[in-house]
DNA sequence: ATGAAAGCGCTAACAT
DNA sequence: ATGTTAGCGCTTTCAT
């Protein structure tokens, strides 16, 4: 049977407020009187009811944090930089999963905002889930980290792609590289639009054209940048055009079957072709060559997306519609100053 | 404001009571009255609160799960099979991080279980965390999967590592080896002892002596299974014994060191000597040679240990000190049939 | 079939 | 410096 504030009050030989007063630590008790309840609470093993407290005061000082699944380095930083801020303003995280299973999302929604929480955090790192019917009636404080919700217009923390494909290119463009390949992501994401359109930036800042057919459309696997990577050299082939000394393509995976491509064609990475990739997944260091490529600051967007949250909590401002955070180069091997063919 | 039952029996003409009735699903209610508070709760957007019911209860129906931290597969595949097991049997489960930061375990014990769960699931992957002294107290049913616990004895879902030893060895012994090394891992861990026992075992069960001098200490490091390989070749040269043709280290990182090792000795792996490791992590399908190795049912141990949990829960018996899930053979390229040096 | 009363453990607001 | 009263939103028990 747990032990309850009226149990050390009888013990202590004083009322339950005088118990809940010591226990949050409130002026206006003697110190005596704060001494022994304290021994006894020790004594007993006392240990607050939350679901009362919360009741009580309609807080629960805790953060909802909702992902799709667990294992994924994408979720475990976003996670650690929340709990980082949360914990350094005074609050708890509890993190519920869905397990990619959908229904979840609405399920894990209503629960964590009937009083369990006092603010949600949503990781989407990469589909487009389906948690905005169950928002619209939750009233509590939402930020979502990684991707636009569908619908429902949600406060965003995300990368900043734009400028993430502008540092890319802007490295290959530095090590003398001129024509520049780009495989694209999947059309419907927009931070495969924004990715493009950094590429796009970087050369015209350059002094350089954006060539359509140095274009091709991948879907982010691996596969599909194999094919695009062959459907572009066949292309240039049948143009009788130079291939291009460098390939940036929108994600690592792809970057994966960008390379393996190229090596099918006789070209070799980087001594011939340099590659740079964008995201930082682990593999991209243990590959060979070890893939240059584009970070995204994932505990930086945990932190910021649960600071907000906790700012709005203490009567701050309601988190902005879009907030996005720098990426950051990563050097690797797969890069290399330009040799012409 | 969040809706409340109140709310939903004033709109609906009758009382909280009938209303709390309906949304429960208990009998005595008419369909009429059912269907009109049904569909004004569905109007209202009513959620139920948890902090209240679980006051008024003194149940939450949910599984408190404490990790110390998230991106780690051990830890990501355990929570999968608890969540696949508590969704099963109708309850939630809460996650809830230390991030490897001491004092954490208490803080997160104490806050889970004042009212916040009903039951507890600890996923210790390696370090011996001190959730001991906090726990002390918490008086619900607690299940820890992975690692003995220090001090307090609370029971504990982990891998047969003795019969994943067996099988590792038994491999090589059907692929023909005969003089097998052991590295082992650190001997204050218990897994570690074990998956020794297991080797024993298998090799008398073979009919062959336990030979101490092909045991060598690691520590379930690279570096350590590096430098144990080293010393372990070192002194069967300067005692003018024969090489193993097959070593079995106490896990795949430290396989990792062995491999490295040996090849620093000119010996190829699986041409000269077979390798296998313990645990099947990520990095074992994607080195060369691919690792062999033994896989721990994770999944199925967050499962069970879930289900022992809600049984309690349910008016079962205590789970039980201890229940080891045997593991699997996972079949790469690091081994071969043995080929006399 | 429905409702009234009481209480879960805690705290806010107001006495004393 | 300490205690009393009331109530958070819900469910249990017991009436009607």
Redesign the interface.
Known sequence: ??VTLQDIAAQAGVSKMTVSKVLNGQPGISEATRARVLTTAQKL?Y??????R??ATGR?DTLGVLVP?????Y???V??GA??AA?ALGL??????T?E?PGREGH?V??L????VDALLIVLPYALHDYAPAL????LPVVVVGNESPGQPLALVDTDHMAGARLAAGHLLDLGHRRIAFVTGRPDVQASAERLRGYGEALRGAGLPVDERLIVDGDYTQPGGFHATRTLLARLDAGGLPLPTAVFAANDVSAFGVIEALRDHGLRVPGDVSVIGFDDIP?AS?VHPPLTTVRQPLPEMGEVAARMLIARLRGGPAPPPRTVLPPTLVLRASTAPRRPH
């Open positions: 049977m747990p093993g240990r607050a009811n939350a679901a009362a919360t009741l629960s699944s667990l294992g994924t380095q979720v475990s930083e996670v650690r709990d980082h914990t708890d995280l509890l993190i519920s999963t397990q299973r894990n209503s629960r905002s009937g009083g369990l619209l009636d939750a009233s593999q243990q």
